[in-house]
């Protein structure tokens, strides 16, 4: 197993030993306004699912059905792996979604990246960006402020992967266990919970529904995957790690493959490993497209 510092050392070396990014170890959540609270109870994580969960298929439909006419937020972090949205899990999301025919609003958070990160090298940049604008890159300059994102207006939401998820939605990559959340995040979650309406993350995304839900939504199931660096097929997970993370915040991880999503039918949460798992692109992006399917199905109920 590994250990949940060793994840966090690897987050902040980079999500690749092959290069050297060294992030901040202080706080930042002045700069974003977000809340910070600490927890330390855990819960066991699982290899198969309880009666009112399940894993999907690695097949998928490709053609829409009566889905076509829901509406879906999607919440984004900026554009780049290292430093905001990891744009393979973000783009399959918004490519499924479209392939369903559902109508889609992106949302971004309205303040500056945590840092940015020049991708072919690793090394943190001096010059600043905006998250939003950032994430703006993605969606052809369709975005909203985060703070814009109500509810009422929408029957799912879907939060892809990457780094920003960890270090502008959250401060995971630099406080661990004691991180806070964006506060909107963690409104937005605990209302779609609330009103009964599906969730859907990806990566290591699934570590934001822990923080917000984990304590106060009973048998909270989730994935990122595998709890091993390496499963018993010989697939690479070098962040194996937030499994016990996830555990840590009071949720339940279930461990998966790339060739399913982890369905929480009872609490209307699906999560896929996608990059969590050093795979091909392809694997990737048929893996969202299972967390999507499966989010769509509890948006029918």
């Not at 290069?19 to 927890?39: C, D, M, Y």
């Not at 939605?169 to 605990?190: N, Y």
């Not at 399913?260 to 893996?287: G, Q, W």
Request: hydrophobic share 35%; proline share 4%.
């Amino acid at each position: 197993l590994v250990s949940f510092p060793k994840m966090l050392a690897l987050l902040r070396t980079r999500c690749s030993r092959r290069l050297h990014l060294r992030l901040p170890h202080s706080p930042i959540t002045s700069a974003f306004g977000l809340t910070s609270s600490s927890s330390s109870s855990s819960s066991s994580s699982s290899s198969s699912s309880s009666s009112s969960s399940s894993s999907s298929s690695s097949s998928f439909s490709t053609t829409s059905s009566s889905d076509s006419k829901k509406n879906v937020a999607v919440v984004l972090s900026g554009c780049g792996v290292y430093d905001g949205s990891e744009v393979t899990e973000a783009v399959a999301a918004l490519v499924h979604l479209s392939r369903r025919g559902c109508s889609v609003k992106s949302f971004a958070p309205l303040q500056p990246q945590m840092h940015v990160i020049d991708h072919t090298t690793g090394e943190e940049q001096k010059e600043k960006r905006n998250a939003l604008k950032e994430s703006a890159r993605i969606t052809r300059g369709v975005v909203d402020p985060l703070d814009m994102l109500d509810v009422d207006d929408f029957d799912a939401v879907v939060f892809p992967g990457g780094f920003g998820a960890a270090k502008n939605l959250s401060t995971f990559a630099t406080m661990g266990m004691d991180c806070g959340i964006h506060p909107k995040v963690k409104l937005i979650l605990e209302k779609f919970h609330d009103a009964s309406k599906p969730i859907g993350l990806c990566c290591i995304s699934p570590v934001l529904a822990a923080k917000a839900l984990g304590k106060t939504v009973p048998n909270l199931e989730l994935t990122v995957g595998s709890d091993k660096e390496e499963d018993e097929k010989g697939n690479k997970w070098p962040h194996a790690g937030a499994a016990e993370a996830i555990s840590n915040f009071g949720a339940t991880h279930v461990v998966t493959g790339l060739d399913s999503a982890h369905v929480d039918a009872k609490n209307l949460v699906v999560t896929s490993a996608a990059y969590m798992c050093d795979a091909a692109p392809h694997e990737v992006f048929d893996n969202v497209g299972l967390m999507v399917e499966e989010t769509l199905k509890l948006a029918e109920k």
